[in-house]
């Protein structure tokens, strides 16, 4: 505060004084050296240099700060020490002895003085501990986390007796927190929609379209162009510490950050054959998701579609709308830092205000709640629990209770890695390097394939759909009109051979459909797994990045100490924390690969039953027609 208004009471007058005061500045003494990465805003400084800290709340792991240069950045907080400030050269005056009534001065909110400026700077900037840092992530829409809702200090929405889940935005059920105009890339090949007639066993509840527009979800690419880092994986615009520290790992990794962790929050990695693994929970689960219909608030004015879903272990049936699988997979981000949380269904496909959009986006957020009770730690976690356990008939309190609970986990970013129960043995560094590399080299190429296979796929359909069934159609027309010519000779020995190339004009015709709609029972199953695959690839960039930033940290510390500038027990420390998010990352990747056989065996097995009942019909087809020739 530049300026503190005093107000005095002297010899019954009345008079305002005002003393401008000079805050004292911050000072932090560099603990190692940082080079920092100018593209980023980052200010470089060496061990022993005095900084200024210009802001502390820039986000976990990192302070603004100026050197004295006058050269301003952003740097690590485990980088630096606080020094202690002088002490104030004047005492604060004293407060007044009673207020005036008719003071034209405005006083602060609730007439407080012992609260006002200067004492709120004392406290703040010298005595308590630095803000708690705000989350990386945007709040401000209707599917994200309100901030002035849940992160306190602001005023809350109050509760609406029309829903339960009236502390979102409902402006646009479909504009999530990640959302753009329009995610697709030039290039980008997805699945094409299946193509249903909807008949009244098939129709949804409700009248009318859905009023729903579509989701535009904003999903990290990884582009053919993308610049690599040496792993050949991560983008080269996520500097060095950019997804390292700012999610906390760099806090983790340095220790200065502990919790006393409950049993029931440890996330157990076993040993096995294969490596470091999460351990399976002994009952796994489904969740079915159907029923979507239309449902309205505030009196009608506004409308969105609910989905029914139903958890296997309690077969209670819970109201989801789209905003809430946002403010899930919002949260699972935060949370699970080593675990690539892949992206919800996003654009329409087709008619994104008629019921076979709403029923394509029931079908592959299905795809996606599927993908999320398979995974052992996800499954398990709090926070998804009350996704699917929270009913209607608990109100609005309980949901808003254990979504705030969610939002102000402990254990999120960095401090996740708290919770991992790891084994006793050591990991060889060099080993876990090696393993990390081949894996990068296995993604990179896995998202090159799977690009190239959407695209031959959807290339393929396209054939299908159009210029195969034009030339067996083309064929079916001409045999067609030969019957018919042949039909002008009414002898009899002429009319079996007649009927039978007719008959032949009508199989290849029938084939030509055949082609049309063989799409649905094999490639679009295939096309469907490989674009989920590919977006799942999409968000490795960030986990393979932060393992990248441990174990370049590790190996920093072991440099340090051969200098002779960490201890030793620091750095034994720091590096069997770094083993930490090592078994964490081997435990993701081994659970990443099990999936991948078991979806991609049953994928081919798919697409080839599909393919041989396709051409086993075809060539019965054939052979009927030329059974009709036996007898011409």
């Not at 104030?88 to 008719?102: I, R, T």
């Not at 034209?104 to 708690?132: F, L, M, V």
Request: hydrophobic content about 30%.
């Amino acid at each position: 505060m530049p300026a503190v208004q005093i107000l005095h009471d002297c010899c019954n007058s009345l008079s305002v004084v005002t003393m401008l005061t000079v805050p004292q500045a911050i000072q932090a003494r560099g603990l190692y050296d940082f080079n920092g990465d100018l593209d980023n805003g980052e200010l470089t400084f060496s061990t022993g240099e005095t900084l200024t800290i210009v802001t502390q709340d820039i986000g976990e792991g990192w302070w603004e700060a100026r050197n004295e240069a006058g050269q301003q950045g952003l740097i690590p907080e485990s980088y630096v020490q606080l020094l202690e400030p002088p002490e104030p050269s004047f005492p604060p005056p004293p407060p007044p002895s009673a207020p005036v009534s008719d003071w034209n001065t405005p006083q602060t909110e609730g007439g407080d003085w012992n609260n006002d400026a200067w004492n709120s700077h004392g406290t703040e900037s010298w005595d308590q501990e630095p803000p708690h840092a705000p989350d990386y992530t945007n709040h401000n829409s209707a599917g994200g986390v309100n901030n002035q809702g849940f992160r306190g200090g602001g005023v809350q929405q109050q509760a609406s007796e029309e829903g339960w889940d009236d502390d979102w935005d409902d402006e646009n059920e479909d504009n999530s927190s990640n959302s753009t105009t329009n995610t697709s890339q030039p290039n980008e090949i997805k699945p094409d929609a299946p193509e249903t007639t909807a008949t009244d066993k098939d129709q949804l509840p409700g009248s009318g379209n859905f009023g729903l527009s579509a989701p535009k979800r904003e999903k990290k690419q990884m582009t053919q162009n993308s610049d690599f880092s040496k792993y050949g994986t991560v983008k080269k615009s996520f500097n060095r510490f950019s997804t390292f520290a700012k999610t906390g790992g760099d806090a983790f990794l340095m220790g200065t950050v502990s919790a006393n962790v409950s049993e029931s929050d440890l996330i157990k990695i076993i040993d096995t054959q294969d490596g470091p693994a999460w351990n399976y929970p002994s009952q796994p689960y489904t969740c079915a998701i159907k029923s979507p219909k239309k449902e309205s608030k505030l009196k009608g004015l506004k409308s969105y579609i609910a989905y029914q879903l139903t958890p296997s272990f309690s077969n209670i049936q819970v109201s989801r709308r789209y905003k809430h699988f946002d403010w899930l997979h919002e949260r699972l981000e935060a949370k699970f830092t080593c675990i690539p949380i892949p992206p919800l269904p996003d654009k329409a496909l087709s008619g994104r205000y008629e019921d076979d959009f709403v029923s394509e986006r029931m079908r592959q957020l299905q795809l996606w709640v599927d993908r999320m009770v398979r995974h052992p730690v996800i499954s398990q976690s709090e926070v998804f629990n009350h996704f699917l356990t929270c009913t209607d008939e608990k109100g609005l309190a309980k949901w808003k209770a254990g979504k705030r609970k969610a939002e102000k986990d402990e254990y999120q970013g960095g401090k996740f890695f708290l919770t991992l129960q790891t084994p006793p043995t050591s990991l060889d560094m060099r080993d876990v390097e090696k393993r990390m590399e081949i894996f990068c080299r296995f993604v990179k190429g896995m998202d090159d394939n799977m690009r190239n296979m959407l695209q031959i796929g959807h290339d393929s359909r396209k054939k299908h759909t159009g210029p195969y069934k034009r030339e067996f159609q083309k064929i079916g027309g001409s045999f067609k009109q030969l019957a018919e010519t042949f039909n002008l000779d009414s002898a009899a020995h002429s009319q079996n051979l007649t009927a039978a190339i007719d008959y032949t004009g009508d199989t290849y015709n029938e084939i030509g459909d055949m082609y049309e709609k063989q799409p649905r029972e094999d490639l679009d199953y295939m096309l469907e797994v490989l674009f989920e695959y590919k977006g799942m690839l999409s968000t490795y960039p960030d986990v393979l990045k932060l393992h990248e930033g441990a174990i370049g940290k590790a190996k920093e510390c072991e440099r340090l100490k051969d200098e002779g500038r960490m201890p030793e027990s620091d750095v034994a420390a720091v590096i069997q924390r770094a083993d930490v998010i090592s078994f964490g990352t081997l435990a993701e990747m081994n659970h990443f690969q099990r999936e991948r056989v078991a979806d991609y065996k049953e994928m081919m097995q798919k697409f080839l039953h599909g393919q041989i009942k396709f051409y086993r019909d075809i060539t019965q087809k054939l052979e009927s027609a030329l059974q009709k020739y036996e007898n011409a």
